[in-house]
């Protein structure tokens, strides 16, 4: 079986983001009192906003599940304040539990947060009490820059997130890290801001002592990693000048990279850098890049296709495509059991 780790539903119906718009519009009235209103979206609108993508794609490209989760770049927690980021991420969650009732052996749903800049990550902890307990969700989504690329919350490692953390624990489930639009002019949304949050998270974690706090704590860290794997020795001689763990120590059980890498020579770095234990097959598809490589002439983020040209062992596959994903998520097991041979 092959379970990618990292999707986002970036074809949801076009009612969705009128919603959103009439939201933002309204934040312009001062006196406006802010409602969560309804949107109105039918089961084949859902259904045909994926069999021309993301199934498509499934069945071209031979994945079988995908993590799903509402899109990244449009949970927008910077817009305006805690009460129009609980409506927005409640529809969007909402919708995403339909993508996931109405194809189960399909995709299995991860949650966006709440989340709003200046406001406790543990205000977070009721949406994804709800996504977790009610809704059958396997994990979330963690911006750790809700201002939309002013970073100006603490960092990660900081114990203004432990409640956070406290709950995430207890439930069982895993956070990927990951920033959403930037309202900074100096970063381009999904080739900069997104590679720098991976980036400046890891850095995060090697300076501080949270896995020693939360020793079964789990992280993804998107996009193969940010920049990290191309300046491990970068991070390893910094880890060392600090007196830090080595990277494969503090990483071992706590910190995850995808495979949202696309081309070959990436790919290939990564797996050479990264220890397999740690390594979650993922695409991104419908994501960032769409478009076809001319020198491959292979869609960008056809990212199976780069993991099968690797020389690994069938055991490694299967840590890669299966045996990793159930590992940091693993309530995916109760929706999606191993298959017999």
């Known amino acids: 079986m092959i379970i990618d780790c990292h999707g986002h539903y970036t074809t949801a119906p076009k009612p969705l983001q009128d919603y959103r718009e009439e939201q933002i519009a309204e934040l312009k009235d001062p006196s406006h009192v802010p409602a969560k209103g309804t949107i109105n979206i039918t089961d084949d609108q859902i259904r ?30 910077h817009i305006g304040n805690e009460t129009t980021s609980r409506h927005w991420t409640e529809h969007c969650n909402d919708l995403i539990y339909r993508v996931c009732s109405l194809y189960p052996q399909n995709f299995v749903a991860v949650c966006q947060l709440p989340q709003s800049p200046g406001v406790p990550p543990a205000n977070s902890i009721a949406e994804l009490e709800r996504c977790v307990n009610e809704l059958g969700f396997i994990g979330c989504n963690l911006n750790p820059d809700p201002s939309g690329g002013n970073w100006n919350a603490p960092p990660l490692t900081d114990k203004y997130w432990y409640p956070f953390y406290e709950k995430m624990v207890a439930l069982d489930v895993p956070a990927m890290i990951h920033v959403s639009a930037t309202c900074n ?70 910190v995850f990279f995808d495979t949202c890498v696309y081309h070959q020579a990436g790919i290939d770095l990564l797996f050479k850098i990264v220890a397999i234990d740690n390594i979650l097959f993922g695409s991104e598809m419908v994501g960032a890049v769409r478009g076809i490589d001319p020198t491959t002439g292979h869609y960008y983020d056809d990212t199976k296709r780069y993991v099968d040209k690797l020389p690994l062992s069938e055991a490694d596959k299967r840590k890669v495509f299966e045996d990793n994903a159930r590992k940091v998520y693993p309530r995916i097991n109760k929706h999606i059991p191993r298959k017999t041979s």
Not at 57 to 76: K, N, W
Request: proline share 7%; aromatic share 12%.
């Open 185 to 254: 002019p100096n970063f381009h949304t999904t080739g900069s801001h997104y590679i720098n949050a991976d980036t400046t998270a890891f850095m995060q974690f090697i300076t501080a002592d949270l896995f020693k706090d939360f020793p079964t704590i789990r992280f993804i860290i998107p996009h193969g990693g940010g920049a990290v794997p191309y300046h491990w020795g970068r991070y390893r001689g910094l880890a060392q000048d600090l007196k830090r763990p080595p990277l494969d120590q503090m990483m071992r059980s706590n």
């Open 48 to 77: 045909e906003s994926l069999e021309g993508a993301q199934l498509k794609l499934q069945r071209e490209r031979g994945s079988d599940v995908t993590i799903f989760s509402p899109r990244a770049s449009a949970m927008g927690h």
